[in-house]
T-cell receptor, first 108, second 113 residues
């Protein structure tokens, strides 16, 4: 079965510290992986997708097929990064499977 | 371009009633999908429509149904409401060709009493 696991419900870091939000998936084929973010009082929006291989707002994510992971990383957290982050998988069947989300709190 | 619009924003219904939620996608987007969001379960896929055809469906009972119109607008209906149907219902649109990113609406908050 296809599944996305985000093991941390809440992650608190200090401003300027590195951040890593974990995402593991189970899927036997070649999925497309995404990170979506929801800032306070805003709608859920795309942060980045693995095929783009780009950095958005300082965040990067590398797809590791061997470990079936797609962790989101940022070297220096900012207060404005505080939000809810969802990892999502699309297997090409017109549906996304989302993880349960990780709330990131960046402390001043 | 205007974003994805969902109406109404809030709904309060009683058990046994039925409800219809509406979603207007971004102009030019032909795919609309629906998700149920609850605190414990995160986002659960309900169904996806493209050019008025349902292409995929999640594991929800038959009380949950949807449709898409020729202008790509979509509606979702829940009949015989149960307390457990209380949730935020999110609509997302995308271009629909291949794997295209989702653009979400603000959601409809449904409370069943």
């Amino acid at each position: 079965a296809q599944r996305v696991t985000q093991p941390e419900k809440l992650l608190s870091v200090f401003k300027g510290a590195p951040v890593e939000l974990k995402c593991n998936y189970s899927y036997s084929g070649s999925p497309e992986l995404f990170w979506y973010v929801q800032y306070s009082r805003q709608r859920l929006q795309l942060l980045l997708r693995h095929i783009s291989r780009e950095s958005i707002k300082g965040f990067t994510a590398d797809l590791n097929k061997g470990e079936t992971s797609f962790h989101l990383k940022k070297p220096f957290a900012q207060e404005e990064d505080s939000a809810m982050y969802y990892c999502a998988l699309n297997s090409g069947t017109y549906k996304y499977i989302f993880g349960t989300g990780t709330r990131l709190k960046v402390l001043a | 371009k205007a974003g994805v619009t969902q109406t109404p924003r809030y709904l309060i219904k009683t058990r046994g009633q039925q409800v219809t939620l509406s979603c207007s996608p971004i102009s030019g987007h032909r795919s609309v999908s629906w998700y149920q969001q609850t605190p414990g379960q995160g986002l659960q896929f309900l169904f996806e429509y493209f050019s008025e055809t349902q292409r995929n469906k999640g594991n929800f009972p038959g009380r949950f149904s949807g449709r898409q119109f020729s202008n790509s607008r979509s509606e979702m209906n829940v009949s015989t409401l149960e307390l457990g149907d209380s949730a935020l219902y999110l609509c997302a649109s995308s271009e629909g060709q291949g794997v295209s990113p989702l653009h979400f609406g603000n959601g409809t908050r449904l409370t069943v009493t």
